[in-house]
């Protein structure tokens, strides 16, 4: 733990200049772009995610709309349980920013320029950026698989805009999708458990029903159309007939 808290010549830190390092020969629109996308970008772009798989999944039948209502309820919940895991964990652990212990570090972050660099209650391990990112992402994936690799993708992109930015060690992202996948994985089958008969009472509410689904939005089922059946032994006509 002092190693962790403590920092050093390691790969670690080696691994976070490497990063930080590219922001010093790309210009300055693209250091912007990413300290924007790491604060605030990204994650709104997976609540916008989570919105558009809930959307569509409001068109599928009546009970695997629900499962996936209830999925998507789920992924905001435990990306705040996962947060407020993250904030023990860093007072615990004690890790301060990686601009506070070295040198020469391009920090893009909005919301740690200026007078936010001077606190000293803020600390690096867990992310909490990535935490939530990837807590999003997971729980997008229980409702949506297709989707929910869009939203991991787009969390592991986070987690290289919080290195980028010279806010994070890798070892803090790495920490913070640990934690939210676990949060969202470990306790998804006693949520699930939980969240399906609300779910299916909120789907039975004529006044709330069109939260798990749109009136007239289910895909039309194919229709079976009637086939051609054989005649039957005594209606097939004798050689005797024929020849008649």
Do not use: K
């Not at 391990?125 to 698989?145: D, E, K, P, Q, Y």
């Not at 996948?181 to 609300?198: D, G, K, Q, S």
Request: glycine share 12%; net charge neutral.
């Amino acid at each position: 733990m002092a190693g962790l808290t403590t920092g050093g010549p390691n790969v670690d830190v080696s691994l976070l200049y490497e990063v930080n390092g590219i922001a010093r020969y790309a210009p300055d629109w693209i250091d912007r772009a990413v300290g924007l996308a790491g604060g605030y970008g990204i994650l709104l772009a997976l609540v916008v995610l989570v919105l558009w798989c809930w959307r569509g999944a409001r068109r599928q039948d009546e009970a695997t709309a629900a499962e996936s209502f209830a999925a998507l309820v789920w992924a905001p919940l435990a990306a705040s349980l996962a947060l407020m895991v993250n904030v023990p964990l860093r007072a615990f652990v004690a890790r301060p920013r990686p601009f506070r212990q070295y040198a020469g570090l391009e920090v893009l972050d909005p919301g740690l320029q200026g007078g936010a660099l001077t606190g000293g209650t803020d600390f690096s391990f867990v992310s909490g950026h990535a935490t939530l990112a990837m807590a999003l992402a997971v729980g997008l994936f229980v409702a949506n698989r297709r989707l929910g690799l869009i939203g991991i993708g787009l969390a592991l992109a986070e987690g290289f805009c919080r290195v980028y930015s010279g806010v994070h060690y890798p070892t803090d992202v790495i920490g913070g999708f640990a934690l939210g996948t676990a949060v969202v994985l470990l306790l998804a089958p006693l949520a699930m458990a939980l969240l399906a008969p609300v779910v299916r009472a909120v789907a039975r509410a004529p006044r709330a029903a069109f939260l798990v689904r749109a009136r007239g939005g289910v895909l039309p089922r194919p229709v079976d159309l009637p086939q051609a059946q054989a005649p039957a032994a005594d209606q097939l006509p004798h050689e005797s007939d024929l020849a008649a």
